[in-house]
């Protein structure tokens, strides 16, 4: 574990905020959703668990983890707008913006632990 935990905290805090907003999707809509939104969601869900584990490995694992977990998760958002109401849209564009924010803070992060390694 190459980061302090305060910011392991942060990077589950992250992936947790990306998966609920995947499940609630895909429990909520399942029926309403075509096949390529719920596989993109499923996908968005599989990179989440996978981001979860690669956390506590190392710094590169953190970087590549939460990058695919942002790009799957705003794909995804971004095809569902195309089939969902306008408010509905705003939230949607709000939450992918958050997650966006979130991952490069935190990936900028890890790249300052990768420069300056903690002793």
């Not at 981001?51 to 694992?61: E, G, K, N, P, Y």
């Not at 992918?96 to 300052?112: D, E, F, P, S």
């Amino acid at each position: 574990m190459d980061q302090p935990l305060w910011q392991n905290w942060l990077n589950i805090a992250l992936i947790g905020f990306v998966a609920r907003r995947a499940a609630v999707a895909v429990a909520l809509q399942w029926e309403t959703l075509n096949a390529g939104i719920r596989a993109g969601y499923l996908a968005v869900l599989v990179a989440c668990a996978l981001a979860a584990i690669a956390v506590w490995l190392s710094v590169r694992w953190v970087i590549v983890s939460l990058c695919t977990v942002a790009a799957t998760y705003t794909v995804t958002s971004l095809l569902e707008l195309g089939h969902v109401e306008a408010p509905a849209r705003t939230w949607i564009l709000m939450q992918v913006v958050v997650a966006i924010a979130g991952t490069v803070a935190l990936v900028n992060l890890a790249r300052h632990n990768a420069r300056h390694p903690q002793t």
